[in-house]
C-alpha cells in the first residue's frame, strides 16, 4: 500500500513510525512532513497541510492508495471530499463530519438531539444577548468561540465579569477572527478529565484506547493553555466500567447519529470527556483527528498494525472484532521552548538526541525542529519541539524511562513539565 501522510508535527511523527512499521506498507510519503519524518517517509516540504488542490495533485501523481490526514483544518475545509472525487481512499471525516470539532454550536446542538451527555448550553450570535445571559446565571461557567481557535479558544469563567470580558474578547474583540462571531456559553463540569479514541468507518467502530494529556504550561496545572506539554495512556479515571458508559453512552449514539443526520463519521473520532465522582461521563469536546500529544503514547503502546485498520475505516470495510493489542503504558513528557504558548525564539541548538538513538522502548518525537537529518544535528523550530515517549510495564515506569531519557537532552531556553502523570500515579 503507498500511502500519504498530511502534517508535520508531533502526532504525524507518531502516525508515520507507526505506520512505517507495517507489513502492508510499500511507500510512505509526508507532506509537507519534517526533517525527522524524511527518516521514514518522503517528504514534499513545498506542498502544505491546507493547500488542497496540491495535495489533491500529490496523491495522483504518486499513485497513492491511502491518504491519512493529521490535523483538523484541512479536514473541515473539505480535503477528504476532494481526495474521494478523485477516487483516492482517505481516513478523516468529511468537511461536513468534521463539524462535529470545526463548529461548537454544531456539535452541541447534535449531542442535545441524540441523547448525549454533555454541559448544558446556549449559543448566541448576538453579543447583547450573550450578556444579558450571563447576567441571568449566577455561577461560573465557560465562554467558547464557535469555530477553530487552536485550542485556545475557551475562557474558564468564575463569574459573570470574567465570562463579560471573554465574550467582548471573542465577539467585539475578534480576537479569534470569525471564529468568535458565535459562542457557546455552557455549565462549567467538575471532575477527572480524559480521552477517548475510537476509529470509524461510518458505521462500525474498533476502540483504541483512553489517555490523558496535560493542557497547562506550568506544574500543577497552573498557567496557560497549551496544546499539551505531556500525556499517558492507558488514563486509570477510565476504569472497564466507566469505558463500558463510554461507548454505551458516547461513542455509539454519536456513530448512529452522524450516520442519521446524513454525515456518516469516518475517521477517528476523539471525545474529550469530563468523568464525574460517580463515574459518569460528559463530553467536553469532540475533536475529528488525532490528538497531540496523545497519539505519542498511543502509537508507541500499540502492539498492532495500524495500517490495515486506517484503510478499512478509509473504505468502509471495518471488522469491529479486530484486537489491536496493547503494552502497557506509555508516557510522553513534551519539551518546550522558553515562552510558549506565548511568544518564543527558534533556532536553539538540541543536544543529546543521538545518545537516545537504539534506546529500546523510548521513542523521540520531533514537533518542531529543523537541521540536518543526521545524529544531534536538529535546532528548534517551534513552541512545541520534542515528545520523549516512553513504554513500561506501568505508567510508573514508563514515566521513570522517559524523565531519565529527558535528563540528557537540552537546547537553550528548554522548558518542561515535571509532573506528567502523578496524577495516574497518585491514584
Ligand atoms: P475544549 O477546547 O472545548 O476541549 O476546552 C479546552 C479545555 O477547557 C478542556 O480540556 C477543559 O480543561 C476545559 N473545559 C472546556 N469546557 C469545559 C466545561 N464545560 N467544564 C469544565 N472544563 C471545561
Ligand atoms: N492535546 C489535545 C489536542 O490534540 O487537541
Redesign the pocket.
Known amino acids: 500500500m503507498k500511502v500519504l501522510v498530511i502534517g508535520s508535527g508531533g502526532r504525524e511523527h507518531a502516525l508515520v513510525w507507526k505506520i512505517a512499521r507495517s507489513e502492508h506498507l510499500s511507500a510512505l510519503h509526508a507532506a509537507p512532513g519534517s526533517k525527522a519524518i524524511g527518516r521514514l517517509a518522503t517528504c514534499h516540504p513545498d506542498v502544505k497541510a491546507n493547500d488542497l488542490e496540491r495535495i489533491v495533485a500529490l496523491a495522483q501523481q504518486e499513485s497513492i492508495d491511502l491518504v491519512v490526514v493529521g490535523p483538523e483544518d484541512p479536514l473541515v475545509a473539505g480535503l477528504s471530499d476532494r481526495l474521494r472525487e478523485v477516487g483516492v481512499a482517505t481516513f478523516g471525516p468529511s468537511a461536513a463530519a468534521a463539524q462535529l470539532e470545526g463548529s461548537?454550536a454544531f456539535s452541541k446542538a447534535f449531542m442535545a438531539r441524540h441523547g448525549i451527555p454533555t454541559?448544558a448550553y446556549e449559543d448566541f450570535d448576538d453579543a447583547a444577548a450573550a450578556h444579558a445571559y450571563v447576567d441571568g446565571l449566577g455561577r461560573p461557567c465557560?465562554v467558547?468561540a464557535d469555530g477553530l481557535a487552536a485550542?485556545k479558544?475557551?475562557a474558564?469563567c468564575a463569574d459573570a465579569e470574567a465570562a463579560h470580558t471573554a465574550i467582548d474578547e471573542m465577539m467585539a474583540d475578534k480576537r479569534f477572527g470569525a471564529a468568535g462571531d458565535r459562542v457557546v456559553i455552557?455549565?462549567?463540569?467538575?471532575g477527572e478529565?480524559a480521552s477517548y479514541y475510537a476509529i470509524c468507518d461510518g458505521e462500525r467502530i474498533v476502540t483504541l484506547a483512553a489517555a490523558q494529556d496535560h493542557?497547562r504550561a506550568l506544574d500543577g496545572d497552573q498557567g496557560e493553555?497549551t496544546g499539551g506539554m505531556g500525556a499517558y495512556s492507558p488514563a486509570p479515571v477510565v476504569s472497564e466500567a466507566v469505558e463500558k458508559k463510554i461507548l454505551e453512552r458516547v461513542v455509539h449514539p454519536t456513530i448512529h447519529g452522524m450516520k442519521a443526520d446524513g454525515h456518516p463519521y469516518q475517521g477517528v473520532l476523539f471525545v474529550?470527556l469530563?468523568i464525574d465522582e460517580a463515574g459518569d461521563p460528559a463530553v467536553?469536546?469532540f475533536n475529528v483527528r488525532f490528538g497531540d500529544p496523545e497519539t505519542q503514547p498511543l502509537m508507541v503502546r500499540m502492539e498492532g498494525d495500524l495500517l490495515p485498520i486506517l484503510d478499512a475505516a478509509a473504505r468502509g470495510t471495518l471488522d469491529p472484532s479486530t484486537a489491536l493489542g496493547w503494552g502497557e503504558a506509555a508516557v510522553c513528557i513534551v519539551l518546550a521552548s522558553g515562552g510558549y504558548p506565548r511568544s518564543y525564539e527558534t533556532g536553539k541548538a538540541i543536544s543529546g538526541l543521538g545518545a537516545l538513538e537504539g534506546n529500546d522502548g523510548l521513542v523521540v518525537f520531533h514537533a518542531g525542529t529543523s537541521g540536518s537529518a543526521g545524529g544531534d544535528d536538529f535546532a528548534t523550530a517551534g513552541g512545541r519541539v520534542l515528545g520523549i515517549t516512553a513504554r513500561g510495564a506501568d505508567v510508573a515506569e514508563a514515566r521513570a524511562r522517559a524523565y531519565a531519557a529527558v535528563e540528557g537532552v537540552s537546547f537553550e531556553g528548554m522548558h518542561l513539565r515535571r509532573d506528567i502523570a502523578d496524577r495516574a500515579l497518585g491514584r
Open positions: 461548537k454541559a465557560v467558547k485550542g479558544g475557551v474558564m455552557e455549565e462549567w463540569l467538575k478529565e493542557k493553555n474529550g469530563m467536553i469536546e
